[in-house]
């Protein structure tokens, strides 16, 4: 199993542009969430999703916007991207029964200028 | 979900055993205890959790107080490889919608050669 996998690895965004955020896990777990993480801060929670067709906000959704058409893939788009956004992504999912372990990918670092 | 408190960084000597402390003082009684940890520039991984008997597995041991008010993680042979952030999280339950981590700033452990 490759586990969960996030592209791209890096990307550089100037003001105002947008761009989609992939993630894909294929352990066939419900659960996925998206989250940022700033130098030196630990990680806050973006969106999340409890099965594919069902997505909620989590503790900083402004600016962004997520799908779940498949089981596997949970994709996060940035529309109008900011200087605020410039952060690391990571994406993670999880199983229903051992919800509290969740498997991350190795993230993305994003860029705004 | 309650709020942790840990201190800012701490390092050890390899070989030696690496004790995290966590004071979650206004823990509830359905809240767990979990520890995460971030090697740098990679996901976070999960470590171990507990609800208030002491924990075991392959990675580490986790020691709760009986008034569960703090627990410390324990590495037994610290090794060079476990120089990272660790995060201790609250959360209630184990499985189903209450799957949210809240990830603090954690705890930068070093481990000197």
């Known amino acids: 199993n490759a586990g969960v996998t996030q592209t791209p690895k890096f990307r550089i965004l100037k003001i105002g542009q947008s761009m989609t955020l992939q993630c894909t896990q294929d352990?066939?777990?419900?659960?996925m969430y998206w989250y940022r993480q700033d130098p030196g801060m630990g990680l806050k929670l973006i969106y999340y999703s409890v099965g594919a067709g069902i997505t909620d906000k989590g503790e900083v959704p402004n600016g962004y916007n997520v799908s779940r058409s498949t089981t596997e893939d949970f994709p996060l788009r940035l529309e109008l991207a900011a200087p605020s956004q410039t952060s690391v992504y990571f994406c993670?999912?999880?199983?229903?029964?051992?919800?509290?372990?969740?498997?991350f990918g190795p993230g993305t670092r994003l860029t705004v200028t | 979900d309650a709020k942790t408190t840990q201190p800012t960084s701490m390092d050890c000597a390899e070989g030696r055993a690496a004790n995290l402390p966590c004071n979650h003082s206004?823990?509830?009684?359905?809240?767990?205890v979990y520890w995460y940890r971030q090697i740098h520039s990679q996901g976070p991984q999960y470590i171990i959790h507990g609800l208030k008997n002491n924990e075991t597995n392959e990675m580490a041991s986790l020691i709760i107080t009986e008034d569960r008010k703090s627990s410390t993680l324990i590495l037994p042979h610290a090794t060079l490889r476990d120089t990272a952030v660790y995060y201790c999280i609250v959360r209630a339950g184990i499985t189903g919608a209450n799957s949210k981590l809240t990830f603090g700033k954690g705890i930068t452990l070093s481990v000197r050669p």
């Open positions: 993670a999912s999880s199983n229903i029964i051992s919800s509290y372990e969740q498997y």
């Open positions: 206004t823990i509830s009684g359905n809240e767990y």
């Open positions: 352990m066939n777990h419900n659960y």
